[in-house]
């Protein structure tokens, strides 16, 4: 079971996660090489607008979107907070020159990192207990019994539920140091 | 709980308040997005030197240094240029466009030649254009050494390649053909050619050999002859591409091949009945 774990939820979290960083280094190589390179600096606004684009699931988490299937919005806000980022990722390169823009880039992958660690373990652990539940209705275990027997599962399962509010406060520390960088660009335009 | 969420928010918003005030105090560790050029390093944590907020790097930001009647004749420091640089022609004066950002950035190390994008020649006058050599260095080739006539007959404002011009599509230089311009184009004329120019060549001759296999039409030698390659010229004949470029059809093509051959068939006759009549001609005399 931990092995399965490991490989199914973990595992997958690193690759997407290494796919990200190996992904940028070859888009990045790729512009570089065909001496496209002044297309990263537009990736950067296409990035930024799907990042910003997939928050609209938290609006519809939190009901101020009230139309659509919210697994739909999930769906969307992983596909394009990881597409996103990888532009981000490539808009930024491999050039340090200023401080700003690199902790926005590290407040991205922090993020990226955060969100994939909810997508497959929150999601395993919610998958466990309820499967243990189910097991348990089967024997014909009765509620209260039920409760006693998954009680450290359940505890350990509304910690990770409280991912959501680091995650949370990470996007909001990206979403500022990048809105600062994208306001000193305009600022100091050209 | 409740508490760590508090203390994460207050370390948060202390470190977004430092980046702020950092972007603010040190804007070139902070936000520089690469160093400035050697000429600018002493301006280089003073932002607004160059920039106005929300407007760029306005022209006069620029010209308050670099006064435009001196640009190119003397430094910043009222040195003159010549002096220190006399490889540099002063062209500044005579841009009808007023924009510095459009040929020069920064920032980007330095280099001064990465600083310099895409020169607009519509930017200059039409006098400068015209004279490409009050700018550029006219190349130490062996072709270009003789060329009196105009850049932009092979080459235009966008980019020095790729040119206009490419001799391999009309004759390939090979091992025999390793010879001055001027020897196939006489008077600097470009736009002809001779082949008479080498001793190996003349009139007479071509014309001999020519007329033997039937060809009469031989004057553009290069239509045929595109190196010194004699089989090439014969597999070139062959594949009727000559005719293509002349605009003759498949059916002239064939009647010209039809007559090439009916010569040689019966030049190759005429030389065995020469042949045949010598050999009675012996055979008599031996009697």
Not at chain 2, 19 to 34: K, N
Not at chain 2, 73 to 102: R, W
Not at chain 2, 223 to 234: A, F, I, P, Y
Request: hydrophobic share 40%; glycine share 6%.
């Amino acid at each position: 079971m931990k092995k399965s774990l490991f490989r199914e939820e973990v595992f997958s979290s690193i690759l997407l996660f290494g796919v990200l960083l190996v992904a940028t280094i070859l888009v990045d190589l790729l512009l570089h090489t065909i001496k496209l390179v002044w297309i990263g600096r537009y990736l950067g606004y296409a990035g930024t607008f799907l990042i910003i684009a997939s928050f609209a699931y938290s609006l519809r988490k939190r009901k101020i979107i009230q139309w659509g299937s919210p697994k739909l919005f999930l769906i969307f806000h992983e596909y394009a907070s990881w597409i996103g980022s990888l532009m981000v990722m490539v808009h930024a390169g491999i050039h340090f020159n200023a401080f700003l823009p690199w902790f926005a880039t590290s407040a991205c992958l922090v993020v990226v990192a955060s969100g994939l660690t909810g997508k497959f373990l929150l999601r395993k652990a919610q998958a466990f207990v309820s499967l243990k539940r189910a097991a348990f209705l089967e024997q014909g275990t009765s509620d209260a019994l039920i409760e006693e027997k998954i009680f450290w599962d359940a505890v350990a399962l509304d910690v990770m539920g409280k991912w959501r509010t680091p995650h949370i406060q990470i996007t909001l520390v990206f979403c500022f140091l990048a809105a600062l960088h994208i306001l000193t660009i305009f600022m100091l335009w050209k | 709980m409740k508490l760590n969420t508090i203390a994460a928010t207050f370390i948060i918003v202390i470190f977004l308040s430092l980046c702020v005030w950092g972007a603010y105090q040190f804007p070139h560790l902070m936000l520089s997005p690469g160093q400035l050029l050697e000429g600018h390093t002493k301006i280089s944590h003073e932002c607004l030197a160059c920039h106005t907020f929300f407007k760029g790097t306005p022209l006069e930001k620029c010209t308050a240094c670099h006064k435009l009647p001196e640009i190119g004749l003397l430094t910043t420091s009222g040195i003159p240029i010549e002096a220190a640089n006399p490889e540099k022609v002063p062209f500044h004066q005579g841009l009808t466009v007023l924009s510095c950002s459009n040929c020069h950035t920064d920032h980007v190390g330095n280099k001064a030649e990465e600083t310099i994008q895409k020169f607009d020649h519509n930017m200059v006058k039409e006098s400068i254009i015209n004279n490409c050599v009050s700018c550029h260095h006219k190349p130490e080739d062996r072709l270009h050494e003789q060329i009196s006539e105009s850049c932009s007959t092979c080459h235009n404002q966008i980019g020095w390649l790729p040119a206009l011009f490419n001799h391999m599509n009309y004759f390939v230089f090979d091992a025999e053909h390793q010879t001055d311009c001027k020897t196939c184009h006489t008077n600097n004329n470009y736009t002809s050619y001779t082949c008479y120019g080498c001793h190996e060549h003349s009139p007479s001759d071509m014309a001999k050999e020519h007329v033997e296999e039937g060809i009469y039409d031989y004057e553009n030698c290069s239509e045929c002859h595109r190196s010194g390659d004699e089989d090439e010229v014969k597999r070139y004949w062959k594949s009727g591409k000559r005719d293509s470029l002349m605009g003759r059809s498949t059916l002239e093509n064939n009647k010209q091949d039809k007559k090439h051959k009916e010569h040689s068939e019966k030049k190759r006759k005429d030389k065995k009945h020469r042949d045949d009549d010598h050999h009675e001609d012996n055979e008599e005399n031996s009697h």
